[in-house]
T-cell receptor
Framework: DAGVIQSPRHEVTEMGQEVTLRCKPI?????LFWYRQTMMRGLELLIY????????DSGMPEDRFSAKMPNASFSTLKIQPSEPRDSAVYFC?????????????FGAGTRLSVL | AQSVAQPEDQVNVAEGNPLTVKCTYS??????LFWYVQYPNRGLQFLLK??????LVKGSYGFEAEFNKSQTSFHLKKPSALVSDSALYFC?????????????FGTGTRLLVSP
């Protein structure tokens, strides 16, 4: 299995631009998570999906952030408009229902720099 | 608030010596606890988990963790450290928040194993 695949690995953009981060979960996994990692705040859960449906988006910082999961093999996290304080590493993770539901498999992350 | 604390930003140990990375938790009910490791430019990888049962949990790469309910701790240990163990280690707990279960991570501890 290829694991969780995220793209791009690095993104540099200017303030005000739209940014779209992409994630392909592990095949057969029905949970998908988006996290943000910064030095100041550590690892924060932004949103998670179960069977493509958003379950808990209480971690989404504000309306500039949105996430979608149109099918079981693809999800996006969009920031519009982007701001310098959005600079962070964004991780996608997936897991499978059952006894191992809480063992999450992480992608390599997208390092976002907003200038 | 339910949380996980990792009191040490960094742990230094010589190769071949035993290592301990500390974690304490504050959660409601029976704790579900996890350790993850993050290598440079990579996503987090699952190491081990405690759900119930034996207080000593064995995981990947020779790591183990000791659950201590009276001290609300879940310290990560390894009898003999390797240089390749150098990485960022995260303790996590499953918490119930706003009606949803989610993993809450500690701030991470950087382990540096010297040759």
């Amino acid at each position: 299995d290829a694991g969780v695949i995220q793209s791009p690995r690095h993104e540099v953009t200017e303030m005000g631009q739209e940014v779209t981060l992409r994630c392909k979960p592990i095949s057969g996994h029905d949970y998908l998570f988006w996290y943000r990692q910064t030095m100041m705040r550590g690892l924060e859960l932004l949103i998670y999906f179960n069977n493509n449906v958003p379950i808990d988006d209480s971690g989404m910082p504000e309306d500039r952030f949105s996430a979608k999961m149109p099918n079981a093999s693809f999800s996006t996290l969009k920031i519009q408009p982007s701001e310098p304080r959005d600079s962070a590493v964004y991780f996608c993770a997936s897991s499978r229902s059952g006894s191992d539901k809480n063992i999450q498999y992480f992608g390599a992350g997208t390092r976002l720099s907003v200038l | 608030a339910q949380s996980v604390a990792q009191p040490e930003d960094q742990v230094n140990v010589a190769e071949g010596n035993p290592l301990t990375v500390k974690c304490t938790y504050s959660v409601s009910g029976n704790p579900y606890l996890f350790w993850y490791v993050q290598y440079p430019n990579r996503g987090l990888q699952f190491l081990l988990k405690y759900i119930t049962g034996d207080n000593l949990v064995k995981g990947s790469y020779g790591f183990e963790a000791e659950f201590n309910k009276s001290q609300t701790s879940f310290h990560l240990k390894k009898p003999s450290a390797l240089v390749s163990d150098s990485a960022l280690y995260f303790c996590a707990a499953l918490v119930l928040n706003t009606g949803f279960q989610k993993l809450v991570f500690g701030t991470g501890t950087r382990l540096l194993v010297s040759p």
